[in-house]
């Protein structure tokens, strides 16, 4: 970007913020007692500005916000300090005052476009309504006034959008209705929880960019809630770190991430797999414990039982949120020592890649190997003629002639936005879906036949690991119950020993063997993953097949499971198949990666040579939306228009052509994309000329 | 350099519901002069000034220290704001000159920024003078130097004087002029230029014909 010369001056505006909190206490009542849910938080947003808010589960992000807008369900309250919005206090304001405020003044914008959408009323109808409650507006302007909107947020056709139903729409676009909705009013502050956390990277970009520009354009203050410290970094002008109900560090956005003073940030910073880092460089450290209940806080600091600088002192007096720099507030006793002090891990959490990887065996033979494999799935039309048995079977060819395989001691990731077949691959390997066509070899056995037909060495030798722990976990079984019974079934280990051998699975997952007698519905998310792998590696398998195995869960316990993940890996020395839509989780994890759009594999190669030019297109657009989580690194802005399009009826010729920005000509329309081979097994699928491809520039650079 | 660029938006604004010692305090607290009174959905009741919020010496004369008091929480804003049908407003899309023309003409320090009814920001004559000052690139901090240049006040002459600075492949920071309060052939042309020399402004401006720098600073 060039250099401005200068930028405009506000200094002479009013310069109350939009919004200030100081020293706010939110609890819920709840049958025996109270929660304490939010404690002394305070911070500010000016117009203009975006102030992100980031924190693990639980720790009351949307407490916050829903304090704001006085949303706090009947058993929450606010018990203390004040909310200032436009300088005015307000808990001093009546319901009705505030009910004014809402959609008006203040807007809210929330994780799943659903809560904010009426299923049954047409789009049109609901900006229009929202627009005459406050307003008082003829049909014909709040109309007008609705499309003007719709377009402000890049709605394609938004006229016809008007006359659709939620429905009707994709991910992204009912998120950007929603987004259009909450700014009809002009609010001078926009409130967003989790807006993008359910939509595809690709989306996920243009809604970021999406708000950013709104923001800056309309002069709104946004307070923008995540667990995601790679969307913070993209939107935020500040950050707000909170843990456990307090705001434990503010700062402003690359302060945060380059200089963090509170062990929590540096912890959290510390967790995410960073793009751009190799693997072999890359090491997570998890936090280790996790966030305490607002019911069972420790007495000093409240960080005190998870922290490694923990002194006598910190146990003992709790810190206040205090300005350690200019514009820079850390609750922290010893913010200013801990910075000159280099971090060591500590022993529990120390985990160093670079000595496993080199004791990693590769001796290039393969352990599963997949050839043209297809998986359709029959969808009966919805029409009338259905009814009789006339309507025409449609397809769904989720997997459409997909070739890879994986070596001995090797993970290969896949990645792709929703929909692009990923998990009916897995679903096809581990034979939970019958494939059409193809072939798929598991160390010999033939893993296209239904599981009621397998051998029972090959269900012994290839497990999978779910994306959703709750749905594989039966709940009324305890725990180490539900781990014995592969035990029991492949007869690995003698029967008397058992027990034993449970309580060493749990041990290895880190839970110890008082977990044994629990149920699924007393553990944590994390808790439950981690069962999930001791059960899918109990039988010693030869290939672990993960499906998301991180992605329902926080940042910190995310980087538990996955360091975890790669111990078990690297102890058992078997193969992965990872699927994530997580580029860097993907990147910190796979020795080859597959990218696969639309049932079909895009680009294929060694890990170093698909995040590298030359790039698939479409790999190329993915590397560009995915969220960094470090604000010093430069990432080329590429943004693809639309969603995935219907794997019912997919484009001809090669599928990603409606969507790619480098087309070429007829050709990507009509003919299959040929195959172009980069040596060292990457290859890349697609009609670009080679010197074209050979030209490109990196997407991510440091 | 319309309006809706250079007014704040998402102005402080008052409700009906606030009594007068209360829109007093929020004045005050927020420092602010002028204070546009909304009902739902932001629509224009009434503007209070600093002025409209002077009880009128008669009325205060007839009132005791408590009934004044009184008089302060328990009377509601509406008593004191000019009602919204006398207000002068303007709209986003008018031009700066425009808005700064409506105060001058109405003698008002405030123009309420209204579309439909609804208002969507506010411009004052702070917000002008900060644009004059901006036009000026004063809040550059660039060191330069600015001159003074009287000029024929006829077409083509300010056109000389640009060319003459392009031609040396010196950057403009900024220009203006108006005509000459005593003499209306004669136009007042002011231009500032960065990393240049006052000698060597002096000698390039003065060459051009029937131009003559009559001030030269560093500002
Ligand atoms: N209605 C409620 N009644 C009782 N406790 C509640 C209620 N809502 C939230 N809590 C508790 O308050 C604390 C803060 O919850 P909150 O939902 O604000 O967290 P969060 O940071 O938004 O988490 P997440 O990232 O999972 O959305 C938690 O301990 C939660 O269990
Ligand atoms: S106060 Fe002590 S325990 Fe708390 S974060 Fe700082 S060093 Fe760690
Ligand atoms: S084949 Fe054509 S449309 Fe497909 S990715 Fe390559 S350039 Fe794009
Ligand atoms: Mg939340």
Redesign the pocket.
């Known amino acids: 970007m060039a250099q401005n010369r200068w930028v405009a001056d506000d200094s002479h505006r009013v310069q109350t913020p939009i919004l200030e909190a100081k020293n706010l206490a939110?609890s819920?009542?709840?049958r025996d007692g109270q929660?304490n849910?939010?404690r002394d938080v305070s911070f500010k947003i000016h117009r203009g500005e975006t102030l992100g808010?980031v924190?693990?589960?639980?720790?009351?992000?949307?407490?916050?916000?829903?304090s704001i807008v006085r949303f706090?369900?009947k058993?929450?309250r606010i018990t203390g300090g004040s909310i200032r919005f436009q300088g005015q206090e307000l808990q001093d304001l009546s319901e009705r005052e505030v009910r004014s405020l809402r959609g008006d003044q203040m807007a809210m914008v929330y994780?799943d476009p659903f809560q904010s959408l009426n299923p049954c009323m047409r789009i049109g109808d609901q900006l229009c309504e929202v627009l005459q409650e406050h307003r008082g507006l003829s049909d014909r302007e709040a109309s007008v006034r609705a499309i003007q909107m719709l377009d402000a947020v890049y709605m394609p056709d938004s006229a016809a959008v008007m006359r659709r139903f939620p429905h009707q729409l994709s991910g992204g676009q009912q998120q950007r209705v929603v987004i259009a909705m909450a700014l009809l009013n002009n609010p001078a502050l926009l409130i967003m929880?989790?807006p993008t956390t359910a939509l595809d990277v690709t989306v996920e970009a243009v809604v970021l960019d999406l708000v950013d520009e709104l923001r800056r354009r309309l002069d709104t203050g946004v307070l923008y809630?995540t667990?995601d410290l790679g969307v913070i970094s993209r939107v935020a002008d500040r950050i707000g770190v909170?843990y456990a109900?307090e705001m434990v560090e503010v700062a402003s956005a690359v302060d945060t991430f380059i200089r963090p003073m509170h062990p929590y940030t540096e912890g959290l910073m510390r967790c995410v797999p960073k793009l751009g880092l190799s693997k072999e460089s890359s090491s997570l450290y998890p936090i280790r414990g996790r966030?305490p209940?607002?019911?069972a806080l420790p007495p000093g600091c409240v960080f005190e039982p998870r922290c490694d600088y923990a002194r006598r002192r910190c146990r003992e007096k709790h810190p206040e949120l205090r300005s350690v720099e200019r514009e820079h507030l850390v609750r922290c006793h010893r913010a200013e020592e801990i910075r000159e002090t280099e971090w060591r891990p500590s022993d529990e959490t120390i985990l160093d890649l670079q000595e496993r990887l080199r004791s990693r065996s590769e001796d290039g033979s393969k352990v599963l190997e997949v050839s043209d494999l297809r998986t359709y799935y029959d969808q009966e039309s919805k029409g009338i003629l259905s009814l009789f048995g006339l309507g025409e079977k449609r397809q769904v060819k989720a997997v459409d002639g997909v070739s890879f395989e994986v070596g001995a001691g090797t993970t290969l990731g896949v990645v792709g936005e929703s929909g692009c077949g990923k998990s009916t691959l897995a679903r096809t390997i581990i034979g939970l879906e019958s494939s059409r066509d193809g072939k798929i070899d598991f160390l010999g056995f033939d893993a296209t036949l239904p599981l009621s037909r397998r051998d029972k060495r090959l269900i012994k030798d290839l497990q999978m690991v779910f994306q959703n722990p709750d749905s594989t976990l039966n709940p009324s079984f305890p725990v180490g119950y539900q781990i014995a019974r592969p035990l029991r079934r492949f007869g690995k280990v003698d029967r008397a020993r058992i027990g034993d051998e449970v309580v060493r699975l749990l041990n290895r997952v880190k839970l110890d063997g008082s977990y044994y007698d629990r149920l699924p519905r007393q553990l944590s998310g994390g808790e439950k993953q981690r069962v999930g792998i001791a059960r899918a590696f109990a039988t010693n398998p030869r290939l672990v097949l993960c499906d998301e195995p991180v992605s329902s869960l926080?940042v910190s316990v995310q980087a538990a499971v996955l360091n975890l993940l790669m111990e078990i890996q690297q102890e058992h020395n078997s193969p992965l198949l990872l699927i994530a839509h997580d580029l860097s989780v993907v990147r910190f994890f796979s020795d080859a990666i597959m990218v696969m759009y639309l049932g079909k594999a895009c680009e294929i190669g060694p890990a170093e040579a698909v995040y590298a030019p030359p790039y698939h297109p479409y790999t190329e657009a993915l590397l560009s939306a995915v969220p960094t989580a470090d604000p010093r690194v430069e990432q080329k802005r590429i943004r693809l228009s639309g969603s995935v399009p219907s794997a019912l009826n997919p484009p001809t010729g090669c599928r990603f052509h409606t969507r790619c920005g480098r087309k070429v000509g007829t050709i990507c329309e009509t003919e299959e994309p040929p195959e172009i081979g980069f040596g060292d097994q990457h290859r890349i699928y697609c009609h670009l000329p080679l010197e074209e491809l050979e030209a490109m520039d990196a997407v991510i650079t440091a | 350099m319309l309006v809706q660029d250079y007014m704040t938006k998402h102005p402080l604004m008052g409700r009906l519901t606030m009594s007068i010692s209360e829109v007093q305090h929020y004045m005050a607290d927020n420092d602010l002069r002028h204070l546009p009174v909304v009902g739902d959905g932001k629509r224009l009741l009434g503007l209070v000034t600093r002025q409209s919020l002077l009880v009128e010496p008669v009325r205060l004369r007839s009132l005791d220290v408590w009934e004044i008091s009184r008089y302060l929480t328990t009377e509601s804003i509406d008593v004191v704001m000019i009602p919204a049908d006398d207000v002068i407003t303007i709209k986003g899309d008018a031009t700066i000159e425009d808005a700064a023309r409506t105060m001058v003409r109405n003698r008002v320090g405030c123009l309420p920024v209204v579309e439909d009814g609804i208002v969507v920001g506010i411009i004052t004559e702070t917000d002008l003078l900060a644009q004059l000052a901006e036009i000026m690139a004063c809040s550059a901090d660039i060191p330069a130097v600015r001159a003074t240049v009287q000029m024929p006040n006829r077409t083509g002459n300010l056109a000389k004087m640009v060319q003459a600075i392009a031609a040396q492949d010196w950057g403009i920071l900024a220009l203006g002029g108006a005509v000459n309060r005593d003499d209306p052939a004669v136009w007042d042309a002011v231009v500032k230029i960065d990393n240049v020399t006052k000698d060597a402004v002096r000698e390039v401006l003065g060459e051009v014909e029937g131009h003559r720098v009559t001030d030269l600073r560093e500002a």
């Open positions: 939110v819920y009542e709840i929660v849910a939010v808010l924190g693990e589960s639980g720790c009351g992000k949307s407490t916050v916000a829903f706090l369900g058993n929450g994780q929880d989790e809630i667990h909170m109900g966030v209940a607002p019911t926080d």
